[in-house]
Every structure is written in structure tokens, then in C-alpha cells.
């Protein structure tokens, strides 16, 4: 049973969310996908294990990481900004430079107004992966991106 919080059905549904990938012009435009996972951030923990006492391990804190963030969709055509961005990382032997992109991904309601959103800072692809073929399967060709980042806020 969903409840209306402050306007908004609650627990909200996942699967009407918006990715926003900033310029280069044109990329915004490309990025239509089934999947995003990789929202996570989690603090980095040191143990310590205190002289003369063996009850307990202490555990302090270190920093934050986060996970990669990974996008899925059907495959897209040579020309698309996004893969055009992928190859030119990925493809290019190190003999250009990796221009790393703020990436936004928003959890939109039924109203096309997003209740929820996260910024990824300085993101980069790291993997471009094409899902397997399969003779016996009947459905879509699947690329996933996989982007790191430098540090993520929620926005919204």
C-alpha cells in the first residue's frame, strides 16, 4: 500500500528515473537507459586492535568510497555522443586525455519532477561491456557502461 508524503506516493516506484550526463553538447540527449546501480557510499574503517585488551577491535573512521556507478542499455549506434565519449576513453591508448564529466541521476515521481537526486562528480568510464549473445534468448543487445567518480552528493 503506497501513502501520500508531502505530495509524493510513498515508497516511491524505481523504474521512472532520469540520467543527465553534462557537456560535451549532445551528450545529455544520449542517455535513455533500463538500468542504473552503483548508488552507494559507504565509510572506509581502519581496526585497531587496542593493547592488553581482547574484547573488542576498534574501528575508526578512514574516509568515504563509493562504488562504480553502472549504467545498462540497448546497444546505441556508433555515432552516439555517450559511446562516441566511452571509445575515445577507453579506445584511445591512453593518447587522449580522459575528460571526465559531472554525471546527475534524479528518481522522478508521476509527475515528471524528480523526488530524488544524486550528483557524481568527475566521472570517467572505466568498463564498456557488451552483454552475451544467446540464440535461444529473444530480447534486447545490452552495453553497460561502468563509470567511477571522484565523490557523490544527494541533491534533492
Not at 562504480?68 to 575515445?88: D, E, M, Q
Amino acid at each position: 500500500m503506497s501513502i501520500s508524503l508531502f505530495g509524493d506516493v510513498y515508497p516511491p516506484s524505481a523504474f521512472y528515473f532520469k540520467v543527465v550526463i553534462a557537456p560535451p553538447a549532445g551528450l545529455a540527449a544520449d542517455t535513455s537507459f533500463q538500468e542504473v546501480s552503483g548508488i552507494e557510499t559507504e565509510m572506509d574503517v581502519e581496526s585497531i586492535v587496542e593493547g592488553g585488551e581482547n574484547r573488542f577491535v576498534r574501528q575508526l573512521p578512514k574516509g568515504i568510497k563509493h562504488s562504480n556507478l553502472s549504467l545498462k542499455r540497448g546497444i546505441a549506434p556508433l555515432t552516439s555522443p555517450l559511446v562516441l565519449w566511452c571509445k575515445a576513453t577507453l579506445e584511445s591508448g591512453f593518447n587522449l586525455t580522459i575528460k571526465p564529466l559531472p554525471v546527475l541521476v534524479f528518481l522522478m515521481n508521476e509527475n515528471k519532477v524528480p523526488i530524488r537526486g544524486w550528483s557524481f562528480d568527475s566521472a570517467y568510464p572505466l568498463k564498456w561491456e557488451v552483454e552475451s549473445f544467446g540464440s535461444t534468448k529473444n530480447e534486447v543487445a545490452i552495453e553497460k557502461i561502468i563509470l567511477s567518480y571522484t565523490s557523490s552528493i544527494r541533491i534533492i
